[in-house]
T-cell receptor, first 117, second 114 residues
Framework: DAGVIQSPRHEVTEMGQEVTLRCKPI?????LFWYRQTMMRGLELLIY????????DSGMPEDRFSAKMPNASFSTLKIQPSEPRDSAVYFC???????????????FGEGSRLTVL | QKEVEQNSGPLSVPEGAIASLNCTYSDRVSQSFFWYRQYSGKSPELIMS????GDKEDGRFTAQLNKASQYVSLLIRDSQPSDSATYLC??????????????FGKGTLLTVNP
């Protein structure tokens, strides 16, 4: 079975450019999560969706970040304009159930490593 | 206070020893607790979940939960070099209203020496 698929795996861009990260969750999972990981801050939740609806975006750092989930099999995380401090590994994860007190196991994609010069 | 706290390590143990990893959390009403393992350059993968006070064993791994003390631990018996990784504690915490979010600690780097 295919796991969570993320693209691109690596992205190097210049400050000010737009970056779009993509995610395909595991088929049948109804929750999708975007996390960011850095050495300094660890793994931080940016936003999560239940049944394609954004539930909690309190972790989105600022208006430069936006996320969409137009259907159950696709999500994007966009950064516009990008800044060097956005450099991190961005993980997408999906779950059979999420957002409630009984959030189950998260399955992570391989991550997208972003470097903003 | 940080929401989920772990000793960053590194924790170094000899092969065959018991490795003990600890985690504390701030939200008293949290009900779900997880340990994830992350190898260098890879994504986190779930190794243990625990929901009730006490111990839960799975092979060489034992998770321990004490909700009164807001404390979760992971014991790895007969540690192997292949256990060398960063171990992330994750707690399902309230994020407003009836919503919860899985909040991770920064992780403890474990090195098992042959």
């Amino acid at each position: 079975d295919a796991g969570v698929i993320q693209s691109p795996r690596h992205e190097v861009t210049e400050m000010g450019q737009e970056v779009t990260l993509r995610c395909k969750p595991i088929s049948g999972h109804n929750s999708l999560f975007w996390y960011r990981q850095t050495m300094m801050r660890g793994l931080e939740l940016l936003i999560y969706f239940n049944n394609n609806v954004p539930i909690d975006d309190s972790g989105m750092p600022e208006d430069r970040f936006s996320a969409k989930m137009p259907n159950a099999s696709f999500s994007t995380l966009k950064i516009q304009p990008s800044e060097p401090r956005d450099s991190a590994v961005y993980f997408c994860a999906s779950s059979l159930r999420g957002g409630g007190s009984n959030t189950g196991e998260l399955f992570f994609g391989e991550g997208s490593r972003l470097t903003v010069l | 206070q940080k929401e989920v706290e772990q000793n960053s390590g590194p924790l170094s143990v000899p092969e065959g020893a018991i490795a003990s990893l600890n985690c504390t959390y701030s939200d008293r009403v949290s009900q779900s607790f997880f340990w994830y393992r992350q190898y260098s350059g890879k994504s986190p993968e779930l190794i243990m979940s625990i929901y009730s006070n006490g111990d839960k064993e799975d092979g060489r791994f034992t998770a321990q939960l004490n909700k009164a003390s807001q404390y979760v631990s992971l014991l790895i018996r007969d540690s192997q070099p292949s256990d060398s990784a960063t171990y992330l504690c994750a707690v399902n915490m309230r994020s407003g209203g009836s919503n919860y979010k899985l909040t991770f600690g920064k992780g403890t780097l474990l090195t098992v020496n042959p």
